[in-house]
């Protein structure tokens, strides 16, 4: 069964970098995961596709402070200087399943 | 641009129905696979449905199962959601999605603003 794992929560300082990671269940890691961005009482954002090569495509208009990476069943999704409009629930997610979301918290 | 919108929600008893509805513009709407989505308050994201290009493979989580009903229509760029015998777990905003599907990649890329589905007596 295909399942992504995320940590419920995450914070950093304003200007620092965060890395937030999204596990793929055994089986599945060679899977495609895309990361979308949901700040607080808004809908969700798409921000890119990340293949197990880290090969990423964003979205039209994500800035470059965004990145993704991969190892293994691993995705990654990297933001460096933290401003704190980037405060929001960032959820992966492939075919019809979604992580839990990660709750980032800027400091 | 590309966009969704979303429309049709609102405040239902417990048993009784909506039809949601999605019209996408900006891309072709024929070529893409599109899914429901959802929230319910608190929460996290939910793949609700989805279906193919043509209309003739459509897919449900489980717990809608007999209860909703995903269709679309290309001539309209519409897309569709029938929710019948509502219960207070329905509860939460429907977000229409793109669906992006390439080789074994299977993502969504664009996304509508949702609307709110409220069951309660």
């Known amino acids: 069964q295909l399942v992504l794992t995320q940590s419920p929560s995450a914070s950093a300082s304003l200007g620092a970098s965060v890395k937030l990671t999204c596990t793929l269940s055994s089986g599945h890691s060679s899977y495609a995961i895309a990361w979308h961005q949901q700040q607080p009482e808004k809908g969700p954002r798409y921000l890119m596709r990340l293949k197990s090569d880290g090969s990423h495509t964003k979205g039209d208009g994500i800035p470059d402070r965004f990145s993704g990476s991969s190892s293994g069943a691993e995705r990654y999704l990297t933001i460096s200087s933290l401003q704190s409009e980037d405060e929001a629930d960032y959820y992966c997610q492939t075919w019809q399943v979604f992580g839990g979301g990660t709750k980032l918290t800027v400091l | 641009e590309v966009q969704l919108v979303e429309s049709g929600g609102g405040l239902v008893q417990p048993g009784g129905s909506l039809r949601l509805s999605c019209v996408a513009s900006?891309?072709?709407?024929?070529?893409?696979?599109m899914s429901w989505v959802r929230q319910a308050p608190g929460k996290g994201l939910e793949w609700v449905a989805n279906?193919?290009?043509?209309?003739?493979?459509?897919y449900y989580v489980d717990s809608v199962k007999g209860r909703f009903t995903i269709s679309r229509d290309n001539g309209k760029n519409s897309l569709y959601l029938q929710m019948n015998s509502l219960r207070a777990e329905d509860t939460a905003v429907y977000y229409c999605?793109?669906?992006?599907?390439?080789?074994?990649?299977?993502?969504?890329?664009?996304w509508g603003k949702g609307t709110t589905v409220s069951v309660s007596s």
């Open positions: 999605a793109r669906d992006q599907t390439e080789a074994v990649d299977h993502y969504m890329d664009v």
């Open positions: 279906i193919g290009q043509d209309g003739s493979d459509r």
């Open positions: 900006g891309f072709t709407f024929s070529t893409y696979w």
